[in-house]
């Protein structure tokens, strides 16, 4: 929970972040989305830590035979306001990414009061990702 109040409800932490980016890690190679490897349904994901999450998705990939060279990610909400924070999420990314912080790009944004990250029911995050065959 944020200091000012603010949360998200999720099965797990509802970190849309780590969230987009797995999506984007596991999008770049055809391997479905995160529901297909940690269901919703499954009880054993509930309150995941959604950087134990990202970590097996990188896992996964490198399974696979692949590595992760970038991430772009912009995340969209009226609050909080996140510029604070941008550096130290950029840096456990990284860490669980296994690149170095100049390879994760994240951004924040508001919707400017439309739709329901403007009227503050929700947040949500974009991402895509740069991945290279070992």
Do not use: C
């Not at 990202?54 to 970038?70: A, F, H, M, P, T």
């Amino acid at each position: 929970m944020h200091p000012d109040g603010l949360g998200l409800d999720g099965h797990s932490d509802a970190d849309v972040l780590a969230h987009a980016i797995a999506d984007a890690l596991l999008g770049a190679l055809s391997l479905g989305d995160i529901g297909k490897y940690f269901p919703p349904e499954d009880p054993q994901w509930k309150d995941l830590d959604s950087l134990f999450l990202l970590e097996n998705v990188v896992s996964l990939i490198g399974e696979r035979g692949w590595k992760v060279i970038n991430v772009d990610a912009v995340i969209i909400a009226e609050r909080p306001k996140l510029k604070p924070y941008i550096d130290r999420m950029r840096g456990n990314l990284a860490e669980r990414l296994g690149v170095g912080i100049q390879s994760v790009g994240v951004k924040a944004t508001t919707n400017e009061r439309l739709g329901p990250e403007g009227r503050e029911e929700g947040i949500s995050s974009h991402a895509v990702a740069l991945l290279e065959e070992l």
